[in-house]
């Protein structure tokens, strides 16, 4: 039983490992590596969960492990990427690091917040994490691209970073996909989550006839997720 309840813990380490190494390889400039890394931290982020249900093997210590491991690799990581792919020694290719900031009150805010059991209120930070790292790995993949012109340029970046970090402190509801017996499975998560599941295999169907990069699936993928949030109507009597 000793060992058993080490394993959640155990997994949370490779997450944070595994945003270690995403850091040291975007430093040397292979993105690519890097994000893929971060796919790596986010599945030990699932599994660490899972392992601490299916085990019952919760602790303080595993909570406030987790939400050191997702600092790394779900912010510093990420904020890091888009450092690297603005490609520029100008005061503005630091507003990026802002991402890293506003994930660590993202994860202090949810960590005191009661109210976030079965959805979140503002953009949670794997979800932050994936469109910046599939956003850079997309860019250092397909140099000749509209969207990589874009990531060079003096202002998407540095725009799209204030704009992350403001949703990942905001108060906007975002629908989880957990599910569970402590979950609250109203009509509009219900219907969120069919569009989103429908939108994401679609998604997959359309970047492969194309023959596009994978990264940018990633990148659909989530951008529809922030959307989908934003812009579709709420429910009355919607609980998260």
Not at 111 to 130: I, K, V, W, Y
Not at 141 to 160: D, G, Q, T, V, Y
Not at 208 to 219: E, V
Request: hydrophobic share 50%.
């Amino acid at each position: 039983m000793r060992v058993i309840k080490h394993i959640p813990n155990t997994v949370t380490s490779m997450n944070l490992l595994s945003g270690i190494l995403g850091v040291i390889f975007t430093l040397q400039g292979n993105v690519q590596t890097a994000f893929i890394l971060m796919l790596a931290a986010a599945i030990f982020d699932f599994c660490d969960g899972l392992a601490a249900r299916l085990l019952g093997a919760y602790s303080d210590i595993g909570k406030e492990l987790d939400s050191l491991s997702d600092l790394v690799s779900f912010g510093v990581l990420p904020s890091l990427m888009l450092y690297c792919t603005i490609s520029s020694d100008k005061w503005y290719c630091y507003i990026p690091l802002a991402i890293a900031v506003f994930s660590a009150l993202r994860l202090a805010k949810f960590n005191l917040d009661e109210r976030q059991h079965s959805g979140f209120l503002g953009l949670p930070t794997p979800a932050c994490a994936m469109i910046c790292g599939s956003l850079a790995c997309f860019a250092f993949s397909s140099p000749e691209s509209i969207l990589a012109s874009l990531c060079h340029s003096c202002w998407f970046i540095p725009a799209l970073s204030i704009v992350l970090s403001l949703l990942l402190v905001s108060e906007i509801p975002m629908f989880s996909m957990k599910f569970g017996k402590n979950t609250v499975q109203d009509r509009r998560t219900c219907v969120l989550r069919i569009i989103f599941l429908s939108a994401a295999v679609l998604t997959v169907c359309i970047v492969a006839a194309f023959r596009l990069h994978w990264s940018l699936t990633i990148l659909l993928i989530f951008s529809i997720y922030i959307a989908m949030n934003i812009i579709l109507p709420k429910y009355k009597g919607d609980r998260i």
